[in-house]
């Protein structure tokens, strides 16, 4: 019998409906002039287009060796917390909307400042994510954006 773990960065994405993103969109419904941020906005953050996790999980399962694996899947690079609030602003068409730090390296309580994986171990498998951070959080935005019943449900 062979076992599987995989450890994920935050996934983004179709059918998304929880995380930065849709907090985001949540948040600028109830005021579109500012948005309150948890924390100082240089929290660094990596992400996973969902399409890319799923990939990532099937190819461990076809190509691992081993009885006992665990995979960490994420990007090798990071984005901090204004770096999407700004992607997911100009995917908006929103230029005019005042940030708001709450302050401290932590967003929220138990953030950590930092989260990124070391993705070697699957990336020895030839798995690679295809979709970048930026095109992950459009392709996000614009989803939820044709969803809207999505935003009101939370």
């Given at each position: 019998?062979?076992?599987f773990?995989?450890?994920?960065?935050s996934?983004?994405?179709?059918r998304?409906t929880?995380g930065?993103?849709f907090?985001i969109?949540?948040?600028?419904?109830?005021?579109?002039r500012?948005?309150?941020?948890h924390?100082?906005?240089?929290?660094?953050k990596?992400?996973?287009?969902v399409?890319?996790?799923v990939?990532?999980?099937?190819?461990?399962?076809?190509?691992?060796?081993?009885?006992?694996?665990?995979?960490?899947?994420g990007?090798?690079?990071?984005?901090?917390v204004?770096?999407?609030?700004k992607?997911?602003?100009?995917?908006?068409?929103m230029?005019?909307v005042k940030?708001?730090?709450?302050?401290?390296?932590?967003g929220?309580?138990?953030?950590?400042?930092?989260?990124?994986l070391?993705?070697?171990?699957?990336?020895?498998?030839d798995?690679?994510?295809?979709?970048?951070?930026?095109?992950?959080l459009?392709r996000?935005?614009r989803?939820?954006?044709?969803?809207?019943?999505?935003?009101?449900?939370?």
């Open positions: 019998m062979r076992s773990c995989y450890r994920f960065v996934w983004i994405g179709e998304y929880h930065i993103v907090d969109l949540k948040k600028l419904q109830h005021d579109p500012a948005l309150p941020l924390g100082d906005g240089t929290q660094k990596s992400y996973l287009y399409k890319d996790g990939s990532g999980v099937m190819l461990g399962i076809e190509k691992a060796a081993a009885q006992k694996n665990v995979f960490n899947l990007h090798d690079y990071f984005i901090t204004v770096e999407v609030v992607i997911v602003l100009d995917e908006l068409g230029n005019e940030l708001e730090f709450a302050g401290g390296q932590r929220w309580l138990g953030d950590s400042p930092m989260v990124q070391d993705t070697s171990k699957i990336k020895g498998l798995w690679k994510p295809e979709t970048s951070i930026e095109e992950g459009r996000t935005v989803y939820l954006k044709q969803n809207p019943h999505l935003l009101k449900r939370a």
